[in-house]
């Protein structure tokens, strides 16, 4: 169990604010609240024979306080401290996933829709994980490229999640309220819930507790049913109208979506709905290339210290930068993870363009001549085609078509319905002439 802070008597209010003029105390004080380290941690920064841990909290709260920036939410109050790493991170991922130009020079345009295919699997495939779903990259990713039917829960959880963060794509300038809230709910969980009752709707009862992953112990107890009215009022009015005084846009999303998996206003679902809404605000604020960032994955490798992040607000006076500071810290890592992406791609490309010399191909069937070269066995259909490169049913039947009119492909029947098209007995020969 994570253990809570020591609570300050009045006593130790008073001295904690002298405690931290003192020339020794002032460079831990400093420590603790540069890297914004919770009690966990600062306590071990000092031993009883040279001050106590406790007081040496206190005096890093106090300075805390004097920077706080706080925030309501029916009869709850939250808080947050602008740290130095947060104004870095914050310039750091503005000029990356919020400048057009900079976006531009990272992401070519030509690419924009395979990488987004790619990118909106990948978080859809690792939110649906964090909640439970058992599955492999590999496997959902076939299920989704050539759209079958989900067999299993966790299937359908990766489906409901890839088609809920499309809606959003294609809606993200719409204004928030709590009916598409219900949709969304609706959108991510169909199928998914114990209860089919519970999909989409508000939850009227209390009969809800958030459980520690690792401890089993209760690690949050959610508003009353009662509440939920009033608080999902306040986050209507938080998310849609501008903050004043003015709270960024990457940190007001953060606060979103800490605040709805806070709230916990459904039986199931609340944090696949939660991070979802992340990516509609930041969307709607013109961060666009949130949509190729793949956030789940990073919360997903190190889903413990972001259940941390909201037991460590929770525990010290509702102190959102733990949250803030972990979210900001997560999204950096998935920039950085981009474009070591993206440098790999462009390094595929390049191989491609040996093939895209052939004056009877595009570029799209250049990189499925690539895959058949790298993977032999691979099966491909019209729908799979349809939705790896974004296009039209009838050019991605076209490009498949016509690559099977140069033999380079040979059509088998799945069904009496359906097609698929593999590698061709002539393929090596093929490849080979035109090296």
Known sequence: MLERPPIETETESAKAVLFYFDEKVKPL??????????????????????????????????YR??????????????????????????HDLDMNIGGYLTSENILLSQDK????????????????QMEGAITTRKVAKDMLR?????????????????QTINYIKNNSQVD????????IHRSMTINTLDDTNDVGKIRDNDNILVMDGITGDIAHNPPSNTEIEKLLSDFEKFFNQSSD??????????????????????????GRTARSLFYWFLLKQGYWMVEYLSISRIIYKSKRQYEKAFLYTEYDDNDLTYFILYNLRAMKIAFNELKQYLKRK??????????????????????????LTEKPNSVFTIKEIETRFRVSNQTARTDLTELKKLCFLSEIQINKRKAAFIKSAEFEEKIKSFS
């Open 29 to 62: 004080v400093q420590k603790i609240n540069a890297d914004y380290l919770y009690w966990d941690k600062a306590k071990y920064l000092t031993d009883e024979k040279t001050f106590k841990n406790r007081m040496l909290w206190f005096a890093a709260k106090q």
């Open 113 to 128: 829709n395979r990488y987004l295919v790619n990118s909106i699997m990948e978080e859809a495939i690792a939110s649906s």
């Open 146 to 162: 050539k759209n079958e039917k989900p067999k299993n829960k966790s299937q359908q959880m990766i489906v409901n999640n890839y």
């Open 346 to 371: 462009t390094e595929e490309s390049n191989s491609v363009s040996l093939l895209a010399h052939i004056k009877e191909i595009n570029i799209r069937q250049a990189q499925i001549l690539k895959i």
């Open 65 to 90: 306080k004097f920077n706080y920036k706080n925030l309501t939410f029916g009869k709850y109050t939250f808080y947050y401290t602008i740290t130095n790493e947060i104004l870095e991170l914050l």
């Open 245 to 270: 005084p003015f709270i960024h846009p990457i940190i007001k999303g953060i606060v979103i979506h800490f605040m709805l998996a806070y709230i916990h206003p459904f039986a199931d679902g609340n």
């Open 176 to 183: 928030f309220s709590v009916e598409q809230l219900k949709e």
